[in-house]
């Protein structure tokens, strides 16, 4: 069969943000963004409510404009001050929060919706190529009331991929899922647009769908990039002290560095490289994640008592107070089950450090 042409555009979109400013009034609600997501690749905008990741989104797909700097999508300029060229021309499919499925059409119809100009054998092939892609052939006839919330989402996802776009934007498309299936789902979903070729971002405020969903995150604050990098190094490799509070968990301690590999805080002294703009005698702030800590009452020597705990599992989340008050998160196998006020020893696990200058407030780092 003859390729249509609709379906000929299965180069994915490389997408770049060049100092983007976007706002609302006269009012600018993102400021200086750039970043470039490759073809092919799945990325993600995570971050607080009100900090811009759905106007960044609206912007890339031709819904907002831009008040500086540009949007490119494959080295062509879509976005610019004084131009915007309309989302249908865009080949940008996108998946809202609410599904937006039509009540009144079933599977095929609703799928089907955006290619209705195809020749009848192609929308044929491609509704049902889709619905063995994201698992509900045999659905066809089904309407969408009748469907699960899990269902509807993957039909949602099944039209806006039905014109092959080269981007696919979505704006928290898991955010009515419970937790566990939400994760489920953002794994399920990457598969399938690594099975279409298609370069993917994802808007969410959870840090497990991003980290389950995408090769690289924008962290995001206040409508400014805080980071734009790996899960791994988010976590690991934290830009500043935001990205290390809002992915994943931790605390902040006090300590003074005591040489270019050291630092004297109240755990002792932690070794590992440090920056080099710190010099000796500095005072800094360590960000200890729970698996920094380990339980360790054979070998321990740092004396500590439980606070709180949370099962979760596999494991259990300890709160742990130091001596001087300081308290810590700690992360052990949940065969090692110890009560609040229990008397326990600590040892350290640090295979690098994060650390940032002396900074003013609380110690929480979650």
């Not at 991003?210 to 990039?225: E, K, S």
Request: charged letters at 25%; hydrophobic letters at 40%.
């Amino acid at each position: 069969m003859t390729e249509h042409p609709h379906q000929s555009a299965r180069h994915a979109a490389e997408v770049v943000l060049d100092d983007v400013d976007v706002g609302y009034s006269g009012q600018r609600v993102v400021h200086a963004i750039s970043l470039t997501l490759a073809s092919g690749q799945i990325g993600c905008f995570l971050g607080p409510s009100g900090c811009g990741k759905t106007t960044l989104l609206r912007a890339i797909a031709g819904f907002e404009g831009v008040m500086r700097g540009e949007i490119r999508l494959n080295d062509h300029t879509v976005s610019r001050p004084g131009f915007l060229l309309a989302p249908e021309k865009r080949n940008v499919g996108m998946v809202f929060q609410d599904f937006a499925l039509f009540p009144h059409l079933d599977v095929t119809g609703n799928i089907a919706f955006g290619i209705r100009g195809w020749k009848r054998a192609e929308r044929e092939h491609r509704v049902r190529e889709l619905l063995r892609l994201i698992g509900l052939s045999g659905y066809e006839r089904a309407y969408p009331h009748a469907l699960s919330g899990g269902q509807q989402q993957r039909i949602a996802l099944a039209r806006a991929l039905a014109p092959r776009p080269q981007l696919l934007l979505l704006d928290e498309p898991f955010s009515s899922m419970d937790v566990e299936l939400r994760t489920d789902l953002a794994h399920e979903v990457r598969g399938i647009l690594r099975a279409e070729g298609t370069t993917g971002m994802l808007v969410t405020h959870d840090q497990n769908e991003a980290f389950a969903f995408a090769d690289r995150i924008a962290v995001l604050n206040a409508g400014r990039l805080c980071q734009w990098d790996t899960a791994y190094n988010l976590y690991h490799k934290p830009a500043d002290r935001f990205v290390a509070g809002f992915v994943g968990e931790g605390t902040i301690v006090s300590g003074r560095v005591c040489a270019e590999d050291c630092v004297e805080t109240a755990l002792g002294r932690i070794h590992g490289l440090l920056p080099g703009h710190f010099t000796e005698g500095s005072g800094v702030d360590v960000l200890v994640r729970p698996d920094d800590i380990e339980l360790d009452n054979a070998s321990g020597d740092i004396p500590a008592e439980v606070v709180s705990k949370a099962f979760r599992g596999a494991d259990f989340l300890y709160t742990l107070r130091l001596r001087d008050g300081t308290e810590l998160l700690c992360v052990a196998p949940s065969h090692d089950n110890y009560v609040v006020s229990d008397h326990v020893r600590l040892r350290l696990g640090f295979s690098h450090l994060v650390v940032f200058p002396r900074g003013k407030g609380g110690s929480e780092a979650s």
